[in-house]
């Protein structure tokens, strides 16, 4: 017999491997912080034996999410702008939060967020933290993600203008100290976490970064090995600013100064000519997609489809929770499939499992971590959960699939391993008090929204203060 840490027994394993197999009574195999085999649960029994032995029996086993654009700190401003465009939204609520956050309260908002990704299945995700000059924030947000146990890439963003269009002084710098800083962040927590963390490069928006700013991004970015990700094309001003910058659209911009790569995620897209297309296709970029926060703002449905037949790699995501308003991959997931059915008018334009496999394969190979998860396979991460049937919003459970994107919610997420070890187990997680980080969160978010002056877009609504 082989001793292995981990030994899940009896699931329903939704592998996500390239030929999607499913077993129906499956069992998983974990040694240290990978997946050692898995298979029939008749044939692992005769194999494998573990100190931590799990009878799944009637749960389904589902890879870990993949939520690859988030703005972890931005719990802060959940509930605070409503029913704005972005960027009236970002003037009034995420620049004057932005400006007067403390690391205290970054750490305890970013990490609310984290719990909900991993509530919600997901079990990697790449933050977008914004280019705040205080070094110790970012700390406080990659902090979060450690504690948390989720895999991540933190990026560093970088904006070196933009002061017309009301971003603060504290969220500009010139682009070498800007890049300076992200080399001694991957200097210093690259492999953090027993390898769960990396670091990556962020590219604000186009009206928020000169042409040299964009050069010296990419020159980094080769350097280091560091991918870069930047908002593109959310709203139709991306294209209006770029116009008046430089005569350009923003993505004939970012082909012409050599941004653009397989190593470049794109966020958003909603607002995609077919040059852009064309563009995107010729140096093999990745894409985001934000349903939710789309939607939200009201910028558009971006055109997914059309940029998956033309091959590119699409990964979910759920963007900040404030233009969301939580966290919830599994929410994603349903919505990213129904608002490409409602902008088709065709049911069948999006089926479940394409919806899963962005949400998967699609964001692992975006962020170029193919290899090591997006699917359960021997050799490859142990990120994953465990899905229980029994809610009144899930129950009867037909099609393991269809059941996960479309009624599945975070009570039906049993159990949340990454990297090897259990972060949460029959609903509660094992190594934080959850109850605990939510009062001092909701504490730390009635100050802050005091501080910078946000609650007076409470004052016709009401305040809730329960602590
Ligand atoms: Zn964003």
């Not at 292995?4 to 699931?11: C, G, N, Q, T, W």
């Not at 890439?153 to 504290?170: F, H, K, L, N, Q």
């Not at 190979?365 to 809610?391: E, N, R, W």
């Not at 187990?425 to 100050?447: C, K, M, P, S, Y």
Request: aromatic residues 6%; charged residues 20%; contains cysteine.
């Amino acid at each position: 017999m082989q001793k292995v840490d981990l030994f899940i027994r009896h699931a329903l394993v939704v592998t996500q491997d390239d030929q999607r197999r499913i077993l129906e009574d499956g069992a998983l195999a974990v040694k240290a912080d990978r997946i050692a085999a898995l298979g029939p649960t008749a044939e692992m029994d005769a194999v494998f034996t573990a100190d931590r032995v799990i009878d799944a029996s009637g749960r389904a086993l589902f890879p870990g999410l993949v939520n690859i654009h988030t703005h972890l700190f931005q719990s802060a401003v959940k509930g605070l702008g409503e029913d704005m465009p972005v960027e009236q939204w970002v003037q009034a609520v995420t620049f004057p939060t932005a400006r007067v956050i403390n690391p205290e309260e970054a750490y305890l908002l970013s990490l609310v967020s984290c719990l909900e990704n991993l509530r919600s299945g997901a079990t990697t995700v790449m933050d977008f933290m914004y280019s705040l000059d205080n070094p110790a924030l970012h700390d406080a947000v990659i902090q979060a993600i450690l504690d948390s146990g989720l895999r991540g890439r933190y990026t560093r963003t970088i904006v070196d203008s933009g002061e017309e269009m009301g971003i603060p002084a504290v969220m500009r710098q010139p682009v070498k100290e800007a890049l300076a800083h992200a080399r001694t962040l991957q200097n210093r927590y690259n492999g953090a976490g027993d390898g769960r963390l990396d670091i990556g490069l962020a590219i604000g928006v186009i009206w928020a970064i000169t042409e040299p700013g964009l050069r010296a991004v990419r020159r980094c970015a080769d350097e280091t090995g560091m991918t870069i990700t930047m908002h593109v094309n959310e709203t139709l001003f991306d294209n209006v600013a770029a116009q008046q910058r430089w005569g350009r659209a923003t993505i004939p911009m970012l082909f012409e100064t050599g941004v653009l790569g397989p190593d470049f995620i794109a966020v958003h897209c909603v607002h995609m000519t077919d040059e852009d297309i064309e563009l995107f296709v010729r140096r093999n970029v990745a894409v985001a997609y934000n349903p939710v926060s789309n939607m939200y703002l009201g910028s558009g449905i971006a055109p997914i489809v059309q940029l998956a037949r033309q091959g590119l790699r699409i990964g979910l995501a759920t963007d900040g929770s404030g233009s969301n308003n939580c966290q919830d991959m599994l929410e994603t997931l349903k919505f990213g499939a129904l608002l490409q059915k409602v902008g088709h008018m065709d049911p069948s334009c999006v089926v479940a499992q394409q919806a899963l496999d962005w949400a998967t394969r699609g964001g692992a190979a975006a962020l170029g971590l193919a290899d090591q998860i997006g699917s359960l396979a021997p050799g490859k991460k142990a990120d994953f959960f465990l899905v229980t049937p029994f809610t009144a919003k899930a129950t009867p459970v037909h099609d393991p699939v269809a059941t996960l994107v479309y009624s599945a919610g975070q009570p039906n997420v049993e159990m949340v391993v990454v990297n090897g070890r259990i972060l949460m187990e029959n609903g509660v997680f094992t190594h934080l008090n959850e109850t605990q980080i939510l009062h001092d969160a909701q504490r730390a978010a009635q100050n802050l929204a005091r501080r910078a002056g946000t609650e007076k877009l409470l004052e016709r609504r009401g305040k809730w203060r329960p602590v």
